[in-house]
């Protein structure tokens, strides 16, 4: 990699001089979407402030955030995969007919993750492979394996899970005292992983390139077919996992499981700062807004506010916060403009 | 330095995360305040409720959360009213929340918040028989009385269940209803939803059992089964089309809300409205303008609002002890009657089917 590349990677990446408060731009929406949240929850409901409730109840969005920190990586390279939930439910599809039909449940939930990986392959041949546009083409796949679901399960519900499978949601980590719920804690781990993934390896900064200009990083030697390619197998392998962490929380499994869910997993990394069009984000960001959604339904839901107006309510914060950041960044060049003059 | 520089960035944001969860978990003085000073509005609220209601004075209100399958659904909004009309006299608050979507998980979160409200009962229309029964069974360890209402789980994930009507009966009831409106006698026939709808068919195979067992009106003479797929346009097509293929026609039974309402449309523009009866199963707000112009003399359905009234009176019950759970117990609902939790699963079955025709579609709105 020649030495121009990485002036170009550093400039455009992260480590420009700035003062830090402007480098928090991009997580400063979820911060205080986080905070406004806790403080209304607070107010308007006496039962919001109960920590072992509130840690309790990350359960259920730490399928969101498996999703969404591969699609991070996705996003940064400049792609997007729609069909992550689509996987999520053949992958738990897999697994539940393999539960019933008598295989140990650890063996069906490697099974999922193998699926999940498989299901991303199939995405990552027509994309890189073929050169389709990665839009399209999840877009398809986000019906196709909807319908390999429906058509693996039908209407029929899988049971069969063994007791000690049903539930890791409630199981805490660190006993009964401090109820740290098992998922929340595999989620920062995995967070951990993938944000060490994109700031400390070659893989990472492939895919900062990639996204901000993929013919310029082909061009300086950057594998960008591979790097893409890679994203795809991983968001496969949380859409595995995230099936497996679903599959023991509902004890359950249709094929309908996880209908929608890419679309919250996408909101949560939008809201995080990371670039649609590619280029910009970081996991962070995506795990300080999981945590800002999880807030927002969290202090909505118990407040008794229906269903409709939470899901105005999460709207409305996601323009705000995708307009906010941008009128800042026009409103310094427009600055910095007026200062060249 | 860049370095440097950006790691302090980061310790600051965690710096900031660790203040807002210490806010969660430290301040407790200030949320009790904050409990306090809820309690007392409570207080007020259930003052009013107490003032309004001459009833069982003294003591807490019981607080009751409806989860219904989603909002805006005239049919769960009636189930709501019984809840409501029953409740002050039962020193109760009914809190009613639902999901934007009928997905399977997502009254997860309703559930979750209800347990987390401490509240005394949960009443539900469950969107899926199994994926609720975690957060259901969670609400039951916590001391919640759990119900299921117009639609069901597994048993073990609530302690009874209120169905709208005995569906058991319904096809020889829907035979019946036919000879009602005929004066059995004629020729008539099925306009059901699609061939493979678990409940219409098990209502056509019952229906069938009934006729060939000799016990239906013998005036009558079942000629055909037709299938609308619960579209108004291929219902109203199939309407038509038993028109034209059998002049002697004397009644469609469309047991479908969708059917009977395209049935009905067809025979309010035939020079047959009137020769032909139009009956099953629809709702009043749907069927109103075909009871006043006369195309439709009768037709059923069942009072939702009555699983609403069962069910805020078996909470009451369930919570003072005067009603435990249990096979085939049996308890009294003031104004309704006697109703049982019948078998093991313990299902209760809210009433009769509910027939609507001119001298009282106007009392029901749904």
Same mark, same amino acid.
């Given at each position: 990699m020649s030495r121009m590349v990485m002036q170009d990677v550093s400039d455009s990446v992260v480590s420009r001089p700035a003062p830090w408060f402007s480098r928090a731009v991009p997580y400063l929406p979820s911060i205080v979407i986080l905070i406004a949240a806790m403080i209304y929850g607070t107010v308007s409901s006496p039962y919001f402030l109960n920590f072992t409730a509130l840690l309790v109840n990350t359960g259920r969005y730490v399928e969101i955030g498996l999703l969404a920190l591969a699609l991070t990586v996705v996003i940064v390279n400049g792609d997007i995969d729609l069909s992550v939930a689509s996987n999520l439910a053949v992958s738990a599809a897999t697994m539940g007919l393999m539960v019933e039909g008598g295989v140990a449940v650890e063996i069906a939930a490697l099974a999922a993750?193998?699926?999940?990986?498989?299901?991303?392959?199939?995405?990552?041949?027509?994309?890189?492979?073929?050169?389709?546009?990665?839009?399209?083409?999840?877009?398809?796949?986000?019906? +196709?394996?909807? @319908?390999? *679901?429906?058509? =693996? $399960?039908?209407?029929?519900?899988?049971?069969?899970?063994?007791?000690?499978?049903? #539930?890791?949601?409630?199981?805490?980590?660190?006993?009964?005292?401090?109820?740290?719920?098992?998922?929340?804690?595999?989620?920062?781990?995995?967070?951990?992983?993938?944000?060490?993934?994109?700031?400390?390896?070659?893989?990472?900064?492939?895919?900062?390139?990639?996204?901000?200009?993929?013919?310029?990083?082909?061009?300086?030697?950057?594998?960008?077919?591979?790097?893409?390619?890679?994203?795809?197998?991983?968001?496969? +392998?949380?859409? @595995?996992? *995230?099936?497996? =962490? $679903?599959?023991?929380?509902?004890?359950?499994?249709?094929?309908?499981?996880?209908? #929608?869910l890419e679309l919250l997993a996408i909101t949560v990394v939008v809201l995080g700062g990371t670039d649609i069009f590619g280029g910009r984000g970081t996991i962070l960001g995506t795990v300080i807004a999981l945590f800002a959604v999880m807030a927002v339904r969290e202090s909505l839901v118990i407040s008794n506010v229906n269903g409709q107006v939470q899901d105005a309510v999460v709207g409305v914060i996601l323009i705000v916060a995708i307009v906010v950041p941008i009128a800042v960044t026009r409103w310094k060049s427009r600055a910095a403009t007026r200062r060249l003059r | 330095m860049r370095k440097v520089r950006r790691s302090m960035g980061l310790v600051a944001i965690a710096a900031s995360a660790t203040m807002i969860l210490a806010a969660c978990g430290g301040n407790e003085s200030s949320s009790e305040e904050t409990a306090a000073e809820a309690a007392t509005e409570e207080a007020v609220v259930a003052e009013e409720t107490v003032e309004e209601a001459p009833a069982e004075g003294g003591g807490e209100a019981l607080r009751v959360t409806y989860i219904p399958k989603n909002l805006g659904n005239p049919y769960f909004d009636a189930i709501v009213k019984g809840f409501n009309e029953a409740a002050p006299g039962l020193n109760m608050t009914v809190e009613v929340v639902a999901p934007a979507q009928a997905g399977a998980t997502d009254q997860i979160p309703f559930i979750d918040a209800a347990i987390q409200q401490q509240?005394?009962?949960?009443?539900?229309?469950?969107?899926?028989l199994d994926a609720l029964c975690p957060?259901?069974?969670?609400?039951?360890?916590?001391?919640?009385?759990?119900?299921?209402?117009?639609?069901?789980?597994?048993?073990?994930?609530?302690?009874?269940?209120?169905?709208?009507?005995?569906?058991?009966?319904?096809?020889?009831?829907?035979?019946?209803?036919?000879?009602?409106?005929?004066?059995?006698?004629?020729?008539?026939?099925?306009?059901?939803?699609?061939?493979?709808?678990?409940?219409?068919?098990?209502?056509?195979?019952?229906?069938?059992?009934?006729?060939?067992?000799?016990?239906?009106?013998?005036?009558?003479?079942?000629?055909?089964?037709?299938?609308?797929?619960?579209?108004?346009?291929?219902?109203?097509?199939?309407?038509?089309?038993?028109?034209?293929?059998?002049?002697?026609?004397?009644?469609?039974?469309?047991?479908?809300?969708?059917?009977?309402?395209?049935?009905?449309?067809?025979?309010?523009?035939?020079?047959?409205?009137?020769?032909?009866?139009?009956?099953?199963?629809?709702?009043?707000?749907?069927?109103?303008?075909?009871?006043k112009d006369g195309t439709v003399q009768k037709f059923a359905l069942w009072d939702p609002a009555l699983q609403g009234t069962i069910a805020a009176n078996l909470i009451v019950g369930l919570q003072n002890g005067s009603i435990v759970a249990g096979e085939d117990v049996a308890f009294e609902v003031p104004g309704v009657g006697e109703r049982i939790m019948a078998g093991a699963d313990r299902l209760i079955i809210a009433g009769p089917p509910q027939e609507f025709d001119a001298s009282n579609i106007d009392d029901f709105d749904f």
């Open positions: 993750l193998a699926v999940g990986v498989g299901l991303g392959a199939i995405n990552a041949i027509f994309i890189v492979g073929l050169g389709l546009p990665s839009l399209v083409v999840t877009l398809a796949t986000l019906a +196709l394996y909807r @319908g390999l *679901a429906q058509i =693996m $399960l039908g209407d029929n519900a899988v049971t069969a899970y063994p007791d000690e499978f049903v #539930g890791a949601d409630q199981v805490s980590v660190l006993g009964e005292a401090v109820r740290v719920p098992m998922p929340l804690v595999m989620f920062l781990g995995f967070a951990v992983l993938f944000s060490f993934l994109l700031t400390r390896t070659n893989f990472g900064l492939s895919c900062y390139l990639t996204g901000s200009n993929q013919k310029a990083a082909l061009f300086s030697g950057i594998k960008t077919d591979r790097t893409r390619a890679t994203a795809f197998l991983l968001a496969g +392998l949380m859409a @595995g996992a *995230a099936a497996v =962490m $679903l599959t023991s929380r509902l004890g359950s499994t249709l094929s309908n499981v996880g209908l #929608g | 509240v005394d009962a949960i009443a539900i229309s469950p969107n899926d957060s259901l069974k969670r609400a039951m360890e916590a001391g919640i009385t759990v119900l299921t209402v117009n639609g069901d789980t597994a048993p073990d994930c609530r302690e009874a269940s209120i169905t709208p009507v005995d569906f058991s009966q319904l096809g020889r009831y829907l035979v019946d209803l036919t000879a009602e409106v005929t004066g059995g006698e004629g020729e008539w026939a099925f306009l059901s939803a699609t061939s493979t709808a678990p409940d219409q068919n098990s209502w056509l195979e019952a229906a069938a059992e009934y006729i060939s067992s000799g016990e239906s009106p013998a005036g009558l003479t079942l000629v055909d089964t037709v299938y609308g797929d619960d579209q108004p346009d291929k219902s109203a097509t199939e309407a038509q089309a038993l028109l034209t293929k059998y002049p002697d026609l004397a009644a469609i039974n469309a047991p479908t809300t969708v059917g009977i309402a395209a049935a009905a449309q067809v025979l309010s523009q035939s020079p047959r409205k009137g020769q032909v009866q139009v009956t099953g199963l629809g709702t009043p707000n749907q069927m109103r303008e075909f009871i």
